[in-house]
């Protein structure tokens, strides 16, 4: 579902930063999302998935960009940021960035299981919330959901060996 926004150009450009987190999540045996916070064609935050590293089951991509962007700019709400994500945001990422007032999100493939911004639920457009989110789907999907279908498809042969 791409709808309009920044120009093409600068969603690659900023997905590919995301694409480059997701891949040090994945050299940490962290499921390889990756996710970059921008405001003002400036990068906020960047992170990977750390779930595992913190032993912390919010330790989302998507949270810990959001986390460190409101430190970085003091404030909680982040009403001129675009999130970049390699993958659509489950129940609990949709959630904050909802909290969190972004302006739109950008994700590269849909996650089939746990999505919850287009898949499963539509929480970034719900108007039953006091905020919606303007959303951009499909941005570099292949090379996305690439590095998802490695990932797993590695952890199914190790666990085969065994």
């Excluded at 940490?28 to 032993?55: F, H, K, M, Y």
């Excluded at 739109?104 to 919850?116: F, I, K, P, Q």
Aim: glycine content about 4%; some cysteine; aromatic content about 4%.
């Amino acid at each position: 579902m791409l709808t309009e926004g920044a120009p093409v150009g600068a969603d690659e450009q900023w997905m590919r930063r995301a694409l480059e987190a997701a891949r040090d999540a994945m050299r940490l045996d962290e499921v390889p999302i990756g996710c970059c916070v921008v405001a003002n064609d400036q990068l906020l935050a960047i992170a990977g998935n750390r779930t595992r590293t913190n032993c912390d089951p919010t330790a989302h991509a998507e949270i810990v960009a959001l986390r460190e962007a409101a430190w970085i700019v003091d404030n909680y709400r982040l009403t001129d940021a675009v999130v970049y994500s390699t993958i659509e945001p489950c129940a609990m990422c949709a959630g904050a960035l909802i909290q969190a007032r972004i302006a739109r999100l950008v994700y590269g493939a849909r996650d089939e299981r746990a999505g919850a911004v287009d898949t499963n639920f539509s929480i970034c457009a719900s108007s039953s919330l006091n905020h919606q989110i303007q959303v951009t789907s499909g941005v570099l999907e292949e090379e996305c959901r690439a590095i998802m279908q490695e990932f797993f498809r590695a952890r199914r042969d190790e666990i085969r060996q065994k």
